[in-house]
């Protein structure tokens, strides 16, 4: 079946740092988007891509939707402690009932003072 | 005002129990999902329901059992708990079917004993 791997799993930075992170498929998809979950909570839909080659911020968060439809990156610059928490890229082929969104693995992201 | 409200937060509960997950939403949106998320966080989609009707059934076994009085709120009835049940389950609402921006509840700790 479709499934979006993410990389890196998980992350340890200083605080300041800037992070990177993808999300690859073998499969195409017509909308990507990023999530984070805080410990304790639901996740919560930070930024959405809908072009092949779009590249849209969100404050100090940078996400693209890859060229080939087949992968997501994430960028967040100047980290900050409250950074912390899991990020899921997020995909789906088109807009119709029954095409679910998927969700990418997960990377966990921790922030050092 | 929570937006998608699910109660309760922690469910503790011995093998063959029946229980009820509550989630209610006060955003307006026509479509409602419960997710299941994995000790290793991964998030599958198990039920979508769009205004009251079923639209996505993820070969989720049927000791699970969605129930939409409204399209404000989507319940879940475990029939026969089993240890493999353990998760965190989360309900989310889109304002409809075909959106993929979900806003997701805080979730519930099932664990089963």
């Known amino acids: 079946g479709q499934q979006l791997n993410q990389s890196p799993q998980s992350m340890f930075i200083q605080e300041g740092e800037d992070v990177s992170m993808n999300c690859t498929s073998s499969s195409i998809f017509n909308t990507w988007l990023w999530y984070k979950q805080d410990p304790g909570e639901g996740p919560v839909l930070l930024i959405a891509?809908?072009?092949?080659?779009e590249l849209t911020s969100n404050g100090r968060l940078t996400a693209q939707f890859g060229i080939t439809r087949k992968d997501s990156f994430l960028n967040i610059s100047a980290s900050i402690p409250s950074d912390v928490g899991i990020y899921f890229c997020?995909?789906?082929?088109?807009?119709?009932?029954?095409?679910?969104?998927?969700f990418g693995t997960g990377t966990r992201l921790q922030v050092f003072p | 005002d929570t937006a998608v409200s699910q109660t309760p937060k922690y469910l503790v509960t011995q093998m063959g129990n029946d229980k009820s997950i509550k989630c209610e939403q006060n955003l307006g949106h026509d479509t409602m999902y419960w997710y299941k998320q994995d000790s290793k966080k991964f998030l599958k989609i198990m039920f979508s329901y769009n205004n009251k009707e079923l639209i996505i059934n993820e070969t989720v076994p049927n000791r699970f059992s969605p129930k939409s009085p409204d399209k404000a709120h989507l319940n879940l009835h475990i029939n026969s708990l089993e240890l493999g049940d353990s998760a965190v389950y989360f309900c989310?609402?889109?304002?409809?079917?075909?959106?993929?921006?979900?806003?997701f509840g805080s979730g519930t700790q099932l664990s089963v004993l």
């Open positions: 891509l809908y072009k092949a080659g």
């Open positions: 989310a609402s889109s304002w409809d079917s075909s959106n993929e921006k979900l806003f």
């Open positions: 997020a995909a789906t082929s088109s807009p119709s009932d029954t095409d679910k969104l998927i």
